[in-house]
């Protein structure tokens, strides 16, 4: 092979660049084939559209019942956040019956077998009290219907429980409301009013007592069966437009409510309709149950009973035992006339429930958790006390009900959530019956109880209200000795305590450092030496290698070479010798790419505007900061005491600075005349938007960016002082007012208005500005102009407090000339003229003229400011405009919001840090960097925080080349644009020769680069490294990178509320525990400040580093301006119409809902018509609030918009504002905002169209009702290219362009685009092509393009040959010159050349081929001004693209772009720089674009509705709009979303920000593994780059401080035992020694820290060698033709049930789409069952593992002792007594009741006494038990333990059954179809990719990682890098390839 030329470096260079593209895994450009396949897109794709919609004919022949059940197997819930995707911070309703009817058929309480109505109600709360800590808000609702339902499933037990259950909510004041059904008009009004965010329902079928006869008894009444009523009210609550969420498979995971949850669009009205016909006559059937429940008042009966207890009774037991004794006095009356039997077993039952009343009112809550007997073992029980019981329910309902509809008496507050205990009632009976039959006389008396006087005379006394004439004792059995079944089983054992958890002595030097003196109280016991010396068996039988180690950052640094590399490497191994050639070719070739990544990087850096001259040149300082302070102090002293300069050295000073003055007066004068044609051409202009443009123009500028007079950028461009500029001003205002004489506004049509307003508006800003700048300067006569200016277009008021402020003013300068007047004038006189006499120079005579004509001006002047008050204007001004209106402040707050002076900073840094004027709080910015502190800094998008990032890099630059600034942020999107403006701000910083120190390094998953270029492990060398929370986590915990470490300086954690995200959330936590320097950490959106800040103060002291200060700003630079797309029009949005009546009275306003100064004098406007006159409201109108102010700021603003909402609020509260009053408030704030002129003349200009003729008619006649926004429903016209066309010309047409349309779903941005892009082509094919005369028409211009092409080209052809006939004159004449002398005619010959040169005529295109500037949304403006640039940029993504994407390209070429997170990095660049560039002006885009990414635009649009577009995102997303320094203001629209769900976006609050609670066994393992290799070193005598003290003190918060707030847990406490619990699983799975070093698989453990517990779970499939067993028995089975029996799709079969499980919903589609390819698995979508012995292990595995869980709550609970907060229920916080009370045990030392019940006790720690009331003890039967029914001292959620695939609510045992779980993997891998997993397992198109390509890169882990341990033929090894590379072929859709 011979030497490499250039022409092979270029190709190598194309193909690197080409192959390096895609460094982030595109699906754009040559490899885009899966993401936008065409296939995918001609589908519609619409994920509601394929659920819960079944056609007509589906239908046909089915009965109602038929017709629901078909509907409900149809439907697909999708799992979602109730708090965070389905807005749970607003209201939500909860349907108590479907939460009772769950906990009941799931068995979590088995309350059919023991009806213990305390522990169901704690089940409850418990379940509310969930919701609520992580900010859900919610109101119960009970459907009355529901009776006969639960009657014919559950008998009267249950229904009983539901009314005690309602009567506590409303004795406890828990919201809640009834209702007759759900088809009521009541229920309808109510959700009408309230507009939940979602229903919370119940959905299963109910299974029917006696199911067969109940089937015949239906048929024959006609009657539909009950079963699907649940599924009913589903179907309707899905009607109101609102999601539905079920309770089934419900479960809380840190701060998030995770439940599967079903679409609006699910909702089917004809069955809705249909069911309804049919089920609403049984629901509105009487209640017969409730008619027969007793003959008058209850609440009467009750307030007798209580006078006849005469107070001795205790107020929780009133209700009961009211019920109790009507009960026994019912039972008894029916005894009578029975046998003897029956009557003494009525009397039998109504006794002992009397003695069960005694026990639940004396014994203790936590002594009534014991073991007994089961119903199905008694045999009477069971068949005869049960019915008899029944009765006692259904009295309990029927009394309840009565009791509630009353009212409770008044002065009582009864409860009933502890009406009943049917296990303490078996218990008892079972001593009774036990002790009757064994007494001689078979009867029970008072001493086999011996209850204690007092209890004694309550018993009597209950039992005198039923049988007033017998005692209660004795209890006779003589004739029950022969009642069959009465002879009671025998009691169970004691249930044995828990014992003292017993753990190996595991020590490690780390944790001993973590916890110091911690004492844990655990037993400690030695291991089996045998288990320690034992050899593993990957070891003996496979081979394995022991103590072997990869590190995690150099395989994470380690990128996949690209072409170009690769090429290079293959041509060099071809060669046989390297020669120098060679080497000097690869050199050249290494420098050439370097070359082409720099000039990338400057490309796309030269897009952030003016990020090149925010800094100074960098200079590296080499003193100290301290002693480099001093040293200024010192040299500031020595400068004041510096001498004074000589008096010649002073007059030459005075003499330059007199003529620099001379030359700026000389160049105002040349500038004012230079003007004042311009300006007095200004009076002669008659249109109102020519004059606006006019005045725009000459005070700002024409490549103005934002229309703010701010500064009078253009004016103080051309004029140095500042009287010069107001002289100017003041000659401008009267040219106005000259022209607007001459336009005569009023007389304008009414079409002309707006442009009349706009004009105004600007007038007044030109005032306003002019009088804040020049205000000191201006004279009498400019302020008299001024005011005349503000009179004559309405602003009289504002005029006179305009000439008052500037009295104020100029008193103190009027005052100071008159004193210096009379003290020199005379002097001054003298030496001017002594100064004339010795001028001899005639211009310097001229001068001297001049200037004593200025002075007798002046002097002049000052005779008449005498009395500054004689410029007031006082006489009548004429009015060229009437428009303002009565009340100017309204004007101003209406229409001039956006031009409002804003608070801002008004001097430079005096130590100028920064190259701007900072607003005070980033001055404490600044001063807290400079101290070294860290802070939390809270302020609005577009505020200004994040110039303190790039200070603090700044800073670390300046300071030496070693020390590192770290930026932290959440997307690669933002790591790319950061990098860019890293590069732009700090270049200039040049390194010593041959240092290895560069500027900026990039770190992310895919790729690392240091100065642009991808270099592995280059990234160290750099000063600041821009990487993700992931990569900085692993180098903090990476022992080969604590050099590194030690380097930090600072960490920037942009976008810091990501903290609070389920994926990555933990990540940023543990940055921020462990990094060892201080920090900035960022946000937008922090609800709750307070707790993040004390969080981050607790773990900086705990590191012992810099304190962390708080900076919070809450004021948006640009007012957000909200619109709804309806209608094909764009309509205002006020925010107050998104609030809900209740939930505002219940919970006052949003923290951060602001109102524009336009919403706030709407607001003020329409409230004052509805509640008339109000002294109070009154106050607040603008003209009283704002009186005396001239101009009003965005200060002021504010200021009257807090008073406004507070009075607001206090009007609904007092009812001023009536429900009424605030539904007609919601619906006319729904108008177009118009000032109202109070019963002033209404302006009203003539209108000269007839359109608006027929508008003024109809004024008032317009529909209501169908204009109604509320009445909003989800659409799907955002889809629809006409519609996406008309808004974006709309935007166009209004000047609110560049655009950004938010969407979450890829394909449909994508269809979006693609189908907007084929609209503008289509529409301009017809504006061309369309009819025969517009082809005829363009047939003509073209022929005429090309006749004039073609007549230029001969014209450049002539010019060639003159050009060459020129040239040989040249040369004859130069020879010519060269013999006759020097010169010639060289000149001549030149000249003539030069005239024949011109550019070579461009062949024309064809017309309808161009693009048409009326078919494009580009900007022209910025295509003139970039067009190189521009043009260079799409050509170089059109060549590294696919030509199935040029469509992509067209698009951008008119303007349209989009960005998703599957788009090449190279596509999403080129978007952004012409976004930025302003070439680009709309761009469709996903979540990328919403965090932080510097694309500013004028307007936000949100299209359609996605669960992950919650409250947070809408901020973020919403934030792009209005940025500061580019609009005034931004617009937020929103297209084809639901009402509800804007209203929930606008007016909720955001979640409090808090963790997920995730605590980690594999952080644990990290931190000892890197422990180990630290200490190892230093055993090894190596320098530590960090002191071991140093690491445990910076690690030691993320094992002490969790990111977690809770307001009973002990966390510190849980924290540091889960720490010790943690360190026994690891011991017991082998991954650690007794010495704490790591062991066997622990590096295979940590290396796959993200995919916990599927790590823990791994490895020991592998460590028990089954995963090898398996593998190769499917060997043998594999056919090659047979794509499910190969190894790699068998072992996918098994990581599927560890690895990115999903979990399945209760209810799943029955039928499928039949296709005849691409078939799925067999059993999908549910997962098949994994190989027997490996679904045991897995079991195994669960059971050790939730055994040690169960040990690790009993010893965390054992540090507190029960108290008051474990006896009080969770939500109602009704409290029980802890212990007995005062008077001691209620029984008598000789009591034989007592001792046979205390023997059964039930001791506990760790459980909670409500749920201990079953007698389970501290043994929990499954995760939900143990994470639900835990003690209040901890937190626990199925978060924190790491079992797999474990069914929650299950018991956990070895023969157990997993979890079901989503085959969506597997049956990816068997088609390869991303799109047949939404028809098949749910999954749409955006999260499928995402999740696949995580998937991927865990099995490319797994296989890098096992390379390390195992032989390279390991089946397992060879079986995962199979695995590894098809899934990565499957990706790019490449399928078996």
Not at 1190 to 1208: G, M, Q, V
Request: glycine residues 6%.
């Amino acid at each position: 092979m011979g030497d490499m030329d250039d022409a092979d470096l270029q190709s190598m260079m194309d193909e690197e660049e080409g192959s390096a593209q895609d460094e982030e895994g595109s699906q754009f450009g040559k490899e885009s084939t899966a993401d936008v396949d065409s296939e995918d897109l001609e589908g519609e794709f619409d994920m509601d559209a394929k659920v819960g919609h079944l056609s007509r004919a589906d239908l046909a022949n089915l009965s109602p019942e038929e017709m629901l059940v078909k509907w409900h197997e149809m439907l697909w819930p999708v799992e979602a956040d109730l708090i965070t995707e389905l807005g749970a911070t607003n209201t939500f309703f909860i349907n108590a019956e479907s939460v009772i009817f769950d906990l009941v058929i799931s068995r979590e309480v088995p309350f059919e077998e023991d009806m213990q109505f305390l522990r169901m109600t704690h089940a409850i709360e418990q379940l509310l009290t969930s919701i609520a800590s992580c900010g859900g808000k919610f109101r119960l609702v009970f459907f009355d219907n529901l009776h006969v339902l639960f009657s014919a499933a559950f008998g009267e037990s249950v229904w009983a429980f539901r009314q005690a259950f309602l009567t506590h909510c409303k004795v406890s004041g828990i919201d809640h409301d009834v209702f007759p059904n759900w088809y009521s008009a009541e229920w309808k009004q109510h959700v009408a009013t309230w507009r939940p965010s979602f229903f919370l329902l119940a959905n299963d079928a109910v299974e029917l007592e006696n199911e067969d006869d109940a089937d015949d008894d239906e048929e024959e009444d006609g009657k539909p069966k009950l079963r699907g009523m649940f599924q009913a009210m589903m179907l309707r609550c899905l009607s109101f437009r609102t999601h539905v969420a079920l309770l089934r498979g419900l479960q809380r995971r840190g701060n998030r409510i995770m439940a599967f949850t079903l679409e609006p669009d699910n909702h089917d009205s004809y069955i809705d309709h249909t069911v309804q016909g049919s089920l609403q006559p049984v629901l509105e059937a009487p209640d017969e149950d409730e008619e027969d429940g007793g003959e008058g008042s209850v609440g009467a009966a009750l307030k007798e009973f209580v006078k006849r207890t005469k107070d001795k009774m205790p107020s929780d037991a009133i209700l009961r035992s009211f019920l109790i004794c009507r009960f026994a006095k019912q039972t008894l009356a029916m005894a009578k006339g029975q046998n003897k039997q029956t009557c003494q077993l009525m009397e039998l039952v109504a006794k002992v429930l009397i003695l069960q009343e005694m026990a639940i009112r004396y014994i203790p809550l936590d002594k009534r958790a014991y073991s007994t007997c089961t119903v199905e073992e008694w045999e009477l029980y069971a068949e005869n006390i049960t019915g008899a019981l029944d009765r006692f329910y259904t009295l309990i309902s029927a009394e309840l009900g009565k009791l509630y509809s009353e009212g409770m008496p008044e002065g009582l507050n009864a409860d009933a959530c502890d009406m009943f205990d049917g296990r303490l009632y078996r218990h008892t009976f079972h001593y009774v019956v036990q002790k009757g039959l064994s007494a001689d006389k078979k009867e029970v008396v008072a001493d086999n109880f011996q209850w204690s006087d007092y209890v004694t005379s309550d018993l009597d006394f209950l039992w005198s209200e039923a049988s007033p004439k017998q005692s209660f004792f004795p209890i006779s059995f003589s004739d029950l000795k022969d009642l069959k079944g009465l002879e009671p089983p025998e009691l169970p054992a004691k249930l044995a305590p828990r014992a003292k958890p017993e753990l190996y002595d595991v020590t490690s030097d780390f944790l001993k450092l973590v916890w110091k003196d911690y004492e844990f109280d655990v037993t400690l016991c030695a291991p089996d030496e045998e288990d320690e010396a034992s050899t593993p068996l990957l070891v003996e039988k496979h081979t394995w290698k022991e103590g072997v180690y990869l590190d995690a950052v150099k395989q994470e640094q380690e990128m996949e070479k690209n072409e170009g590399d690769k090429k290079m490497e293959e041509k060099m191994k071809a060669k046989g010798k390297i020669t120098d050639r060679d080497r000097a070719f690869m050199a050249k070739f290494a420098l050439n790419k370097r070359q082409k990544a720099l000039r990338k990087l400057h490309q796309y850096s030269k897009s952030l505007t003016g990020s090149d001259k925010l800094h100074p040149p960098i200079i590296v300082t080499e003193e100290k900061d301290e002693k480099k302070g001093k040293e200024d102090k010192d040299d500031k002293g020595a400068k004041k005491t510096e001498e004074k300069l000589s008096k010649k050295h002073q007059e030459l000073l005075d003499k330059r600075k007199a003529e620099e003055e001379a030359k700026t007066q000389e160049h105002d004068a040349k500038q004012m005349k230079d003007w004042e044609k311009t300006v007095d051409a200004l009076a002669e202009v008659g249109e109102p938007a020519k004059l606006e443009k006019e005045l725009l123009d000459m005070l700002i500028g024409f490549t103005r960016i934002i229309p703010s007079f701010v500064g009078f950028p253009a004016l103080a461009n051309a004029f140095k002082t500042n009287e010069a500029k107001a002289k100017i001003l003041v000659r401008i205002l009267k040219s106005i007012r000259g022209s607007l004489k001459k336009m005569q506004l009023d007389r304008l049509p009414a079409e002309k208005q707006p442009e009349v307003r706009s004009l105004i508006v600007y007038i007044f800003c030109i005032v306003q500005e002019g009088f804040n700048s020049f205000a000191k300067v201006l004279d009498g006569k400019g302020i008299k102009l001024f005011q005349e200016a503000l009179i004559s277009i309405g602003f009289p008021k504002t005029a006179a407090a305009m000439f008052e402020q500037w009295m104020e003013v100029q008193a103190p300068k009027a005052e100071e000339e008159d004193k210096e007047a009379e003290k020199g004038g005379k002097d001054d006189k003298k030496k001017g003229k002594d100064k004339d006499a010795k001028k001899d120079d005639k211009k310097d005579k001229k001068a001297d003229k001049e200037k004593d004509k200025d002075k007798k001006d002046k002097k002049d002047k000052k005779d008449g400011d005498g009395d500054l008050s004689s410029y007031k204007v006082t006489k009548d001004v004429e009015s060229f405009w009437s428009g303002v209106g009565p009340d100017e402040y309204a004007f101003q707050l209406m229409y001039m919001g956006p031009q409002m002076s804003r608070s801002v900073g008004n001097a430079k840094d005096p130590l100028g840090r920064v190259n701007f004027k900072p607003d005070k709080w980033q001055k404490d910015l600044l001063d807290i960097v400079d101290n070294k502190d860290s802070s939390l800094i809270v302020a609005p998008t577009a505020s200004g925080k994040t110039f303190i990032g790039y200070y603090v890099m700044d800073q670390v630059l300046r300071a030496d080349h070693d020390g590192v600034a770290v930026y932290v942020a959440p997307s690669k999107a933002l790591v790319n644009q950061v990098s860019a403006e890293i590069y732009a701000r700090f270049s200039s910083k040049n390194y010593p020769a041959h240092s290895k120190h560069e500027l900026l390094g990039v770190f992310l998953k895919e790729y690392n680069s240091a100065g642009g270029v991808m270099e592995v492990g280059k990234w160290k060398n750099c000063q600041i490294l821009v990487t993700i929370p992931h990569i900085l986590e692993m180098l903090l915990l990476s022992p080969s990178n604590q050099d590194w470490v030690s380097r930090l300086r600072y960490v920037v954690f942009d976008e810091v509320h990501c903290i609070g995200e389920q994926e990555g959330g933990v990540q940023w936590e543990h940055c921020m525990q462990m990094i060892p320097c201080p920090f900035l950490a960022l946000s937008a959106t922090v609800a709750d400040p307070s707790f993040f800040h004390n969080w981050l103060s607790r773990i900086n002291a705990k590191k012992k580093v810099s304190k962390v200060e708080i900076v919070e700003h809450k004021e948006r630079w640009n007012d957000l301006y909200k619109h709804v797309w309806h209608r094909n029009e764009l309509r205002p949005l006020h925010p107050f119409c998104c609030l809900v009546e209740n939930t505002l009275r219940r919970q006052g306003l949003s923290s951060d809902l602001s109102l524009v100064p336009r919403e706030m004098a709407q607001l003020h406007q329409q409230v004052q018509k509805i509640i008339s006159k109000n002294g109070d409201w009154e106050k607040l109108s603008p003209s009283k609030f704002f009186s005396g102010k001239s101009f009003i700021t965005k200060k002021d603003a504010r200021d009257w918009e807090r008073e406004l909402k507070a009075t607001f609020l206090k009007f609904l509260s007092d009812g001023v504002l009536s429900s009424d009053g605030f539904a007609k408030l919601t619906l006319e704030l729904q108008q177009e905002p118009q000032l109202d002129f109070s019963g002033n003349a209404k302006f009203n200009p003539p209108s000269r169209t007839a359109a608006a003729v027929e508008a003024a008619e109809a004024d008032g006649q317009t529909d209501d009702a169908a204009n109604d926004m509320t009445k909003i429903a989800k659409g799907a016209s955002y889809l629809q290219p006409a519609t996406l066309f008309k808004l974006c010309k709309d935007l166009d047409k209004r000047d609110i362009m560049p655009a950004i349309f938010f969407n979450f779903s890829r394909k449909e941005i994508e269809r979006m685009l693609r189908k907007l892009i084929q609209e503008l082509e289509d529409q301009q094919h017809f504006k061309y092509m369309g009819t025969e005369e517009a082809q005829y028409k363009t047939k003509k211009i073209n022929e005429k393009r090309q006749a004039d092409y073609e007549q230029a080209m001969k014209a450049y052809e002539q010019a060639l040959k003159m050009k060459a006939s020129s040239k040989q004159e040249a040369n004859a004449s130069r020879k010519s010159g060269e013999n006759e002398g020097r010169g010639g005619n060289k000149g001549e010959a030149v000249d003539v050349s030069q005239d024949a040169q011109m550019p070579e005529p461009v062949k024309p295109q064809d017309i309808e081929t161009e693009i048409d500037p009326e078919f494009t949304f580009h900007s022209p403006k910025a295509l003139g001004q970039w067009q190189e640039d521009i043009d260079e940029l799409l050509d170089e993504v059109k060549l590294r693209s696919a030509p199935k994407s040029y469509w992509m390209i067209e698009g951008l070429r008119r303007g349209l772009g989009m960005h998703h997170e599957g788009l090449s990095r190279r596509y999403k660049e080129a978007v952004e720089i012409l976004f930025r560039r302003g070439y680009l002006r709309v761009v469709f885009a996903t979540g990328t674009l919403a965090l932080g990414i510097n694309m500013p635009c004028r307007s936000t649009i949100f299209c359609g509705d996605s669960l992950e577009l919650n409250g947070l995102m809408f901020r973020q997303m919403s934030g792009r709009a209005g940025r500061r320094g580019f609009d005034l203001l931004g617009q937020v629209i929103f297209l084809d979303m639901s009402f509800g769900k804007v209203q929930r976006l606008i007016a909720s609050d955001l979640s409090s920000l808090a963790g997920e609670f995730t605590l980690s066994p594999t952080t644990l393992l990290r931190a000892l593994q890197m422990w180990e290799l630290v200490s190892l070193d230093e055993e090894q005598e190596k320098e530590l780059a960090r002191s071991k003290a140093d690491i445990a003190r910076c690690l030691a918060p993320a094992f002490s401080i969790p990111f977690f707030q809770s307001k009973s847990a002990e966390l510190a406490t849980q924290v540091a035992y889960f720490t010790r619990f943690s360190l026994e699983m690891l011991y017991k799975q082998g991954f650690i020694k007794l010495g704490g070093t790591t062991n066997n698989l622990a590096n295979l453990v940590t290396h796959l820290f993200e995919a916990e517990p599927a790590n823990f779970a791994l490895a020991r499939l592998l460590s028990s060698g089954l995963l090898h067993q398996y593998l190769k028995n499917e060997e043998k089975n594999v056919m090659k033709g047979e794509r499910r029996t190969h190894l790699t799709v068998k072992l996918l079969s098994v990581l599927a049930w560890i690895m990115y499980r999903r979990r399945l919903p209760s209810i799943l589609p029955k039928e499928k789409e039949n296709r005849k390819k691409h078939l799925p698995s067999e059993t999908c979508p549910k997962l098949a069952a994994p190989p027997k012995k490996i679904r045991k292990e897995l079991m195994k595995y669960n059971v050790e593992l939730f055994e040690l869980f169960q040990e690790f709550a009993w010893a965390v609970a054992s540090t507190k002792k029960i108290g008051e907060t474990d006896m009080a229920l969770p939500y109602s916080q009704r409290s029980f007594r802890v212990g007995w009370d005062a008077r001691g045990e209620p029984f008598d030392k000789k009591s034989e009741f007592a001792p046979c019940f205390i023997k059964q006790l039930v001791r506990y720690r760790s459980r909670s006494p409500f749920s201990a009331l079953a007698g389970v003890g501290d043994n929990f039967s499954s995760s939900t038990d143990l994470c639900k029914y835990v003690r209040n001292v901890m937190h626990l959620d199925l978060n924190a333990i790491p079992t797999v695939a474990c069914q929650p609510e299950a018991g956990i045992e070895e023969d157990g059954e997993l979890e079901p779980t989503n085959s969506w993997i597997l049956d990816f891998m068997i088609h390869g179809k991303i799109q047949c997993l939404w028809e098949d397992n749910g999954i749409n198109a955006t999260l499928a990719w995402k999740l696949i390509s995580e998937f991927t890169e865990s099995i490319k882990k797994t296989s890098t990682i096992l390379k390390v341990y195992c032989p390279a033929d390991d089946i397992v090894l060879v079986t995962f890098e199979a695995l590894a590379d098809e899934m990565a072929r499957y990706l790019k859709g490449e399928g078996g390839k």
